[in-house]
């Protein structure tokens, strides 16, 4: 049986993904296929380029733990005026999270991985998606990874390309067309449960992506259902962490390992409507 990862874009929700890992590892689950977008495809990477076993996964937990948002996104207040005037692309540059990429990575290029990987972009101008399975690793992530209006668009083969989860946040269907025969989604699902609305434009966007996402990624599983047996874990709830909020990485490692591991101790983590699982609460 050939088994795909799908691992979807979150931002700092990314860590929940971490303990998913755990949970699949420790059950002897193991990908012949990585397929990430955003945050998912910098997890999906550090996976790739390592193998899947326990200690790689405990290492990922390692490197999310110290993990704040001015380190991956330091404010130049220079660039933020230069963005709300039209002179810049985006609100800050890409040196920090190019900087954990080049610690992190253990490959240059996106087919020299040990076990298969590709990640999901997304082009600016014409809104498609843009799958990358070769070139460089750390410009391809960056691209995947890059919220429009807060990381500046990356040029790939004279396109523009921004993040993955604009195009494609949990790419299901490349997973599909690979020929697995089992694929594990792992989303970073949306903040849930009783919380008070995002304050900032930040906040308010990526909080708002992360709700439209999440109803797309409900209609994906719907459609593809029936393309391969599909295993969503779905992300804890309650969820009330800010969108930017990096410093509850152990927190949300351990909700998710705890809730995915009941979920997988139940025939393996199949069942009959896996979207049903994952429905948003109607208020």
Same mark, same amino acid.
């Given at each position: 049986?050939?088994?795909?990862?799908?691992? %979807?874009?979150?931002?700092?929700?990314?860590?929940?993904?971490?303990?998913?890992?755990?949970?699949?590892? =420790?059950?002897?689950?193991?990908?012949?296929?990585?397929?990430?977008?955003?945050?998912?495809?910098?997890?999906?990477?550090?996976?790739?380029?390592? +193998?899947?076993?326990?200690?790689?996964?405990?290492?990922?937990?390692?490197?999310?733990?110290?993990?704040?948002?001015?380190?991956?996104?330091?404010?130049?207040?220079?660039?933020?005026?230069?963005?709300?005037?039209?002179? =810049?692309?985006?609100?800050?540059?890409?040196? +920090?999270?190019?900087?954990?990429?080049?610690?992190?990575?253990?490959?240059?290029?996106?087919?020299?991985?040990?076990?298969?990987?590709?990640?999901?972009?997304?082009?600016?101008?014409?809104? +498609?998606?843009?799958?990358? *399975? %070769?070139?460089?690793?750390?410009?391809?992530?960056?691209?995947?990874?890059?919220?429009?209006?807060?990381?500046?668009?990356?040029?790939?083969?004279?396109?523009?390309?921004?993040?993955?989860?604009?195009?494609?946040?949990?790419?299901?269907? *490349?997973?599909?067309?690979? +020929?697995?025969?089992?694929?594990?989604?792992?989303?970073?699902?949306?903040?849930?449960?009783?919380?008070?609305?995002?304050?900032?434009?930040?906040?308010?966007?990526?909080?708002?992506?992360?709700?439209?996402?999440?109803?797309?990624?409900?209609?994906?599983?719907?459609?593809? *259902?029936?393309?391969?047996?599909?295993?969503?874990?779905?992300?804890?709830?309650?969820?009330?962490?800010?969108?930017?909020?990096?410093?509850?990485?152990? =927190?949300?490692?351990?909700?998710?390992?705890?809730?995915? %591991?009941?979920?997988?101790?139940?025939?393996?983590?199949?069942?009959?409507?896996?979207?049903?699982?994952?429905?948003?609460?109607?208020?």
């Amino acid at each position: 049986m050939r088994i795909a990862f799908v691992l %979807s874009g979150g931002a700092n929700l990314g860590a929940l993904q971490v303990g998913m890992l755990r949970a699949l590892v =420790e059950r002897g689950v193991r990908p012949d296929v990585l397929i990430g977008a955003s945050v998912g495809a910098f997890n999906a990477a550090y996976i790739a380029g390592r +193998g899947f076993d326990a200690r790689t996964v405990a290492d990922l937990a390692d490197v999310w733990r110290p993990l704040r948002a001015w380190k991956l996104f330091p404010p130049n207040p220079i660039r933020i005026i230069g963005a709300l005037s039209g002179r =810049e692309d985006a609100i800050v540059g890409d040196h +920090g999270l190019r900087s954990l990429l080049q610690r992190h990575l253990t490959f240059t290029d996106i087919a020299a991985t040990r076990i298969p990987l590709s990640v999901v972009a997304t082009d600016l101008l014409t809104g +498609g998606d843009v799958r990358i *399975d %070769s070139g460089p690793a750390i410009d391809a992530i960056l691209a995947s990874a890059a919220i429009p209006g807060l990381l500046p668009p990356v040029e790939w083969n004279g396109r523009k390309l921004i993040d993955g989860g604009i195009a494609d946040n949990t790419p299901i269907s *490349d997973a599909v067309d690979a +020929g697995v025969d089992r694929i594990y989604v792992l989303p970073c699902g949306y903040q849930c449960g009783d919380v008070e609305p995002p304050t900032n434009v930040a906040s308010t966007l990526l909080h708002t992506m992360t709700l439209l996402i999440h109803k797309r990624l409900i209609r994906d599983i719907r459609e593809y *259902d029936a393309g391969a047996e599909l295993v969503v874990i779905p992300p804890p709830c309650p969820l009330t962490v800010g969108a930017l909020d990096f410093s509850l990485a152990d =927190e949300l490692m351990a909700k998710a390992y705890e809730s995915a %591991s009941a979920f997988l101790a139940t025939d393996g983590g199949l069942r009959d409507h896996p979207a049903d699982h994952i429905e948003m609460p109607v208020s």
